[in-house]
């Protein structure tokens, strides 16, 4: 009997993703290029029905037709050897669905190079980890819908459940499923390190300690701050280096990596004006923590702020930081969906936004309590420009801007860095100024590059000679 999908790449992912296929009872083919990975898949393999391949044309032929390919494989190169190495097996018909973390402009341009050849390509974007990958991740699939409704029995049961429902969901055409994915990612930095920053407050001024911290963390994640990355973020601060005693995270040295879609949400967003400050912000936090020997250099040479030896009133600024936290992720994933709203309409791709949310709350680093509020939001008014002037986020942003702003300016007036909360206040004051000092900037422009203006009273365009 014919394998009912085939799985290409065997990491981690990979692997995990093929037993969450077999444990759904598909029949699932597996290959890699490299024999190692196989094999250890197969000794995990209890009676599931996983079959290992170890040449492209006897993987490709146990296919049943039309032949549906899931890869697992490194972004980049790699992924177009093996397409490279699949086509001369192919038919007209079948589909090859790419996992990974692929940039969107890649799926686009693999996907017009087999469309010529007949063959399906379909970007899918997913969310988890591992852990997602083994027992349900969040699954953003782009490309022809005809494709996808061939394969959306597979991913909908492979995905994960809430309420029922399936974290998968159409997303649209082309690159559009590496889309929401990439940027997805970029929100991922920006709630991380906004995470990170309420800990440093948390830590540094209150002086509290690890274990209250996580127990405060704990305590958030039963309200409205309920999310997969604050559930996290409390076990972490919970857990003990067993070779010292001490808390692991004080023994984790401070040098943040990242594997590039954050950058790449960055690029995009600067490319078409779109203002995507605190993933930016986000990014850059990572960056200048990579240069731990220059900080270390700096940290005795660079004065910071003389510190007052002052007595806050803990419960109050525990509040203030669990506020600032807050509205800090709701204008991250306004900024998130901003961003997805403008690109759709951009590149015509009709994103369903309430979906996306929907999709978001299930297996995904980024799930959150209001994601559903989101939802809600995009499903009364899907041409809203701002998620912060919906109702219910500009009544919470209305109450809680005084946290963040009393948080923000503490710590600053500390020395404490502040990258994400810092550029989320400035963000939310910047959107809610109606009147700007970019009057002057366009003035100075025009001065120095004669580059024209606009006048508030009249129509049209001017020039002034300004000497």
């Not at 490319?271 to 993933?279: A, Q, T, V």
């Not at 899907?382 to 809680?400: G, H, T």
């Not at 000092?437 to 004669?450: E, H, I, K, M």
């Amino acid at each position: 009997m014919l394998n009912t999908i085939g799985v290409i790449g065997l990491g981690v992912m990979g692997s995990n993703i093929a037993l969450n296929m077999a444990s759904k009872d598909e029949k699932v083919a597996v290959y890699n290029y490299t024999r190692d990975l196989t094999d250890q898949l197969m000794e995990k393999v209890d009676g599931q029905p996983i079959k290992p391949y170890y040449e492209v044309q006897d993987f490709v032929q146990s296919l049943e037709s039309p032949r549906k390919i899931f890869l697992m494989v490194t972004a980049g190169a790699a992924i177009d050897s093996v397409i490279a190495s699949l086509v001369p097996f192919l038919e007209s018909g079948d589909i090859i669905m790419d996992g990974g973390n692929s940039h969107y402009g890649d799926t686009e341009r693999r996907y017009d190079e087999l469309k010529s050849k007949g063959i399906s390509y379909l970007g899918i974007g997913v969310s988890g980890g591992e852990v997602g990958a083994l027992e349900g991740p969040s699954i953003m699939p782009g490309g022809d819908k005809e494709a996808y409704d061939k394969v959306a029995p597979i991913l909908t049961k492979i995905a994960a459940q809430v309420d029922d429902v399936p974290c998968c969901v159409y997303i649209g055409p082309k690159g559009a499923g590496h889309f929401v994915k990439m940027v997805h990612n970029g929100i991922e930095y920006a709630d991380m390190q906004l995470i990170t920053e309420a800990y440093t407050f948390l830590r540094e001024k209150l002086h509290l300690s690890v274990s209250e911290i996580a127990d405060i963390f704990e305590t958030w994640n039963q309200g409205e701050l309920k999310s997969y990355l604050i559930e996290i973020t409390a076990d972490i601060l919970r857990k003990k280096d067993e070779v010292t005693g001490l808390p692991l995270i004080d023994v984790i040295l401070d040098k943040a990596g990242n594997k590039g879609t954050g950058k790449w949400t960055s690029i995009q967003a600067i490319d078409n004006g779109i203002p995507s400050s605190i993933i930016t912000e986000s990014l850059f936090a990572r960056y200048i923590s990579s240069l731990k020997e220059e900080r270390l250099h700096a940290e005795n040479i660079l004065a910071g702020p003389e510190m007052e030896q002052q007595s806050l009133d803990k419960d109050l600024w525990i509040e203030y930081t669990r506020q600032a936290l807050y509205m800090g992720k709701v204008c991250a994933y306004a900024q998130g969906f901003t961003q997805y709203k403008t690109s759709s309409d951009l590149y015509d791709w009709n994103l369903p936004l309430k979906d996306i949310a929907l999709i978001f709350r299930g297996g995904c680093i980024i799930r959150a309590e209001f994601l559903n509020v989101i939802s809600e939001t995009y499903n009364k008014q899907s041409d809203l420009a701002n998620l912060l002037i919906a109702p219910y986020f500009s009544e919470k942003v209305k109450e809680y801007q005084l946290g963040l702003r009393k948080v923000v300016c503490e710590g600053i007036n500390s020395g404490i860095s502040f990258p994400c909360l810092s550029t989320s206040l400035t963000y939310y004051d910047g959107y809610r100024t109606g009147n700007s000092t970019a009057n002057l900037l366009q003035a100075q422009r025009d001065y120095f590059g004669a580059h024209t203006y606009e006048r508030k009273d009249t129509p049209g365009v001017y020039h002034t000679d300004w000497q």
